[in-house]
């Protein structure tokens, strides 16, 4: 209403009060006229009328139910194919450790893996209380093996010396390459005695069997000792190489303790 059409104040309160009923009571005929049936379905804000599926009586369409399940599907998928790329990678890591720590001819551990194996095998032997044996074993006239019958078949003395070695040893026995024909054997839990006694039978046993296919039978000289409490592994295997070299000028094809 415009300002000149606008009635003096008592009319507006006049009006006010006097049509205050009759505007209420349409009001409350508006409320019942649009009032919902219980049940219906609220049209969302700005989206018009929308009706139920289950009250229409069109099913809810596949493709939406799919649609809602395909996430935490994905989601596993993902993660069980993550997972086993983990797998992958860490098999794959544990190879080329292997790899690095052993000698690629003979399968025992190369010099590395040896200094691995002995500091693991000396922390435990230290924490127990207990003796850790090494036997150090050479094999007898390899240069002249090598010359005379070539280097394939000073391999396959090495070979054999290894095989033969496993097959005789303990399961927590631990048997490395140090170099050329030398090789390491960790006796851990092991007394002097009952280390020299072990070497010693399977040295008989070596002795007595030729090379698989060849007439040639090769032997060994070994030096055992046991590590001293504050030792090095340098100082260990120093003394057993000097009881080796004690083994050699007794005549070979025997063992000797330092």
Known sequence: ????????????????????????????????????PAGAAKPAS???????????GRPQHSH??????????????????????????????????????TDTLTGALNRRGFADAYQRELARSRRNG?????????LDDFKRLNDSLGHQVGDEALVHLVKGLRAALRPSDI?????????????PETALPEAVAAISRFQRQFAARALPDRDIVVTFSAGVVVNESAESV?????????????????????????
Not at 16 to 23: E, F, G, I, T, V
Not at 178 to 184: A, C, N, Y
């Open 130 to 138: 207990s003796q850790l044996a090494i036997a150090l074993i050479d």
């Open 46 to 56: 700005g989206q018009g009328h929308v009706v139920s599926p289950k009250a229409s």
């Open 64 to 101: 939406l139910r799919r649609a809602e399940n395909a996430g935490p599907s994905a989601a596993i998928l993902e993660l069980l194919a993550a997972e086993a790329r983990i797998g992958e990678l860490e098999s794959a890591l544990a190879e080329a450790r292997m790899a690095a720590f």
């Open 175 to 187: 048997l490395c390459r140090f170099g050329g024909e030398e090789f390491v054997v960790l006796l």
């Open 234 to 258: 340098e100082d260990a295997i120093l003394r057993a190489d000097a009881a080796t070299y004690a083994a050699k000028r007794a005549g070979k094809n025997c063992v000797v303790s330092g």
């Open 1 to 36: 209403m415009a300002a000149s059409q606008r009635p003096p104040d008592g009319a507006r309160k006049m009006f006010k009060h006097d049509q205050s009923p009759l505007l209420q009571s349409s009001r409350h005929l508006s409320r019942r006229l649009h009032r919902r």
